[in-house]
């Protein structure tokens, strides 16, 4: 498990991206309050987690899922969060559905290339004098 509490924090470099682009330019956060929201949005995290374990449990999963987060995230009251996490939530998986996909057409493209190369890469070769004569 976790051997000392600072392990839990959220990296400082993480906080400090999240802060700048919630602040408008111009603004300086200090390094106290830095520090102060890294450990906030880190027993956010925590507390979301434990939450969100225990309607898994209570559900007999093992397995904490989105719709397990959302649901916790109604219950504890944070339901104004939940539209735009939704929102995100599809469009990654958007993103990762085109990325399989685009992958699967490459390897297909690759393999098709390798069982009938194309007219152009016969062309090319023939160029280069590596076609057999």
Avoid: C, W
């Avoid at 735009?84 to 599809?90: I, M, P």
């Amino acid at each position: 498990m976790v051997e000392r509490i600072e392990d839990l924090n959220l990296p400082n470099a993480v906080i400090a991206r999240l802060i700048k682009e919630a602040i408008p330019d111009g603004s300086n956060v200090s390094k106290e309050a830095r520090a102060a929201i890294a450990k906030a949005a880190s027993v956010f995290a925590i507390f979301v987690t434990s939450s969100s374990t225990a309607l898994a449990h209570k559900h007999n999963h093992k397995t904490i899922t989105a719709k397990d987060i959302l649901q916790t995230l109604n219950e504890l009251d944070f339901e104004s969060f939940v539209p735009s996490l939704t929102q995100d939530l599809e469009v990654y998986r958007k993103m990762i559905k085109d990325k399989k996909e685009s992958k699967a057409n490459n390897k297909k493209d690759a393999i098709s290339e390798v069982v009938a190369p194309s007219s152009s890469s016969v062309a090319a070769a023939a160029e280069n004098g590596d076609a057999n004569e």
